[in-house]
């Protein structure tokens, strides 16, 4: 039994140190690890510094091929110019106006800001005659349409006004014809009245009828003619009766005519 004991206690402690072990060696694993991933990181920190370092080499070498390039054409521009500084001597030694050549630089650019404001100027004006030439335009095109819409109310008016015109002429022929129609009528009832005064008076010679008839009165005229040929056909309907002999008598028709013309005179 203390053998087997002794046996546990030997395998207990063996797998401890085994335990340690690998402990040891996950912690030299991890730690190696590290030390490789900062390696790398460096190595790529180094990489990407050189990349940099080269193209920001480039890119100073362009520079520089550029600084190059503009110096070569400034020296050729300076060569080409150096004419002008002689020709600006020539000029100073011509007139006793400047002083020095930066004198007459001053001058030149005075007159260039001169001639840069007066074409403002002229630029300001051309704009602003542009703008009232614009506004004429319209202008007259806005009264060309008012015209044209005050020809048009015009011609309207007109049209009215002859449609006004031919209805007064019409109306004008037909109050002729009403006043034509009403004289010939009033001269109709004129005779009418005048042939009832007539029969009127004959039969107040003949009879005694009303009195007190105005001349004007036609109604009242034809009532007493036809109350006196009422009494007259009357009259000589007793004498027929009482007649012992038949004479000839009349024409009926004759005397309904004589009666209608009596009744109806005209």
Not at 55 to 84: C, D, P, S, V
């Amino acid at each position: 039994m203390e053998d087997i004991q002794e046996r546990r206690r030997e395998l207990e402690g063996k797998e401890r140190q085994l335990k340690q072990a690998i402990l040891k060696f996950d912690k030299f694993l991890k730690e190696n690890d590290a030390k490789r991933s900062r390696a790398l990181r460096k190595a790529g920190q180094e990489q990407r510094q050189a990349t940099q370092r080269g193209a920001e080499t480039e890119r100073l070498r362009g520079e520089i091929a550029q600084l190059l390039t503009a110096r070569e054409k400034l020296q050729k521009r300076l060569a080409a110019h150096k004419i002008f500084p002689d020709y600006l001597q020539k000029v100073l030694e011509k007139t006793d106006q400047f002083q020095d050549i930066p004198e007459l630089l001053a001058r030149f650019q005075a007159l260039l800001s001169t001639q840069a404001a007066l074409a403002q100027r002229e630029l300001v004006a051309r704009e602003a005659v542009e703008e009232a030439r614009a506004r004429l335009e319209q202008y007259r095109e806005e009264s060309g349409n008012q015209i044209l819409q005050q020809n048009n109310r015009v011609a309207e008016l007109q049209a009215q006004m002859d449609h006004v015109q031919t209805k007064v002429l019409e109306l004008e022929s037909n109050w002729f014809r009403i006043q034509n129609t009403a004289a010939h009528k009033t001269l109709e009832l004129g005779q009418i009245k005048l042939a009832a005064l007539n029969l009127f008076q004959m039969v107040a010679k003949y009879k005694k009828v009303p009195t007190g008839v105005p001349l004007d009165d036609t109604d009242a005229q034809l009532d007493a003619v036809q109350l006196c040929i009422v009494d007259l056909i009357d009259i000589l309907a007793n004498f027929r009766k009482s007649e012992p002999t038949r004479v000839s008598q009349p024409d009926p028709r004759t005397a309904s005519q004589s009666e209608a013309s009596i009744q109806h005179p005209g």
